[in-house]
């Protein structure tokens, strides 16, 4: 009863990964927050049109191939990257002075899906979380991308 509340838990914690990268979304959020207080969320908005339909496309691939050495490699594979990603977190990052014209939900969009980072943690540290995530089935699922 308590491990998939530990999955949720998990997935909070490891999703942060993702969340304090300095990057293509940051970006956006500081600029379009200057303009529009409620950037954020819309932002947000855009990041999850591009994010749900990937955590389907990979959580309905993976029970095409979920045997033990596949959910293996992409656990592995994802640890790798989040190690990887902890490191680039202490690079410094250049300021941008040309402003973003487009509405807070297209730079949650763009933003995302422009970002090849984005579809890498997908791959590897997402899938492998998925794959915890469809144990529990499809409902789960849901709730699992939501706490994501």
Known sequence: MLEPLFLLGT????????????????????????EDKKAGVKIALGHAIIEFPIIALVAFGLTFIATWSVKATI????GILLIYLGFQLFRPVEEEQERFPYPST????VTSGANPYFFIWW???????????????????V???IDH
């Open 106 to 109: 297209v730079v949650g969009v």
């Open 11 to 34: 997935t909070v914690a490891i999703s942060l990964s993702g969340v304090m990268m300095p990057g293509p979304v940051t970006a956006g959020a500081i600029t379009k927050g200057a």
């Open 75 to 78: 656990g592995v594979v994802g």
């Open 143 to 145: 709730i699992f991308a």
């Open 123 to 141: 791959a590897t540290v997402g899938g492998a979380l998925i794959s915890r995530a469809l144990e529990y089935g499809l409902l789960f699922l």
